[in-house]
């Protein structure tokens, strides 16, 4: 999903650094689903604006990890009865690679990236090739 956009913002904020000099974020620092969907089922009113039942609203799940606050990056993954089912894999497999790419003594060129073109629902790339450099 988002980890490998999150590697890529990673790698390319850090080009001369070793791979194990960079400080990696605890969570993936991009949200492969930006935003969800949902339909209001009861009238209700929030700062000011009004919903209606039917109206849809789109909830923007990227935005938590621009809060400053890093409790709320995690929020990227929903919250309530709505959280992520892979949530718990995903963090852990992100620790885990993170973990294994700061132990490397080696530096990342970016060969070739490009984001998916194909709809606006997921923003992860189609490409990201690099190479490792001593």
């Known amino acids: 999903g988002g980890f490998g956009e999150s590697l890529y913002q990673v790698f390319r ?9 960079i400080d990696y974020p605890a969570v993936p620092n991009e949200t492969a689903i930006p935003f969800v969907e949902r339909i209001v089922t009861e009238p209700f009113e929030c700062e ?3 919903f209606r039942k039917g109206d849809r609203i789109r909830i923007m799940l990227q935005s938590f ?5 890093a409790a709320d990056r995690v929020r990227i993954f929903g919250a309530g009865i709505h959280t992520c089912l892979g949530r718990q894999l995903s963090l ?6 993170t973990r294994r790419l700061s132990q ?6 970016i060969l070739d990236y490009a984001l998916r073109d194909e709809d606006y629902v997921f923003t992860y790339p189609s490409k990201l090739l690099i190479a490792l450099k001593p």
């Open 92 to 97: 852990e497999f992100w620790s885990v690679f």
């Open 13 to 21: 904020a850090n080009p001369e650094r070793l791979l194990s000099e």
């Open 48 to 50: 000011g604006v009004a």
């Open 65 to 69: 990890l621009y809060t400053g606050d």
């Open 104 to 109: 490397i003594t080696a530096r990342v060129e």
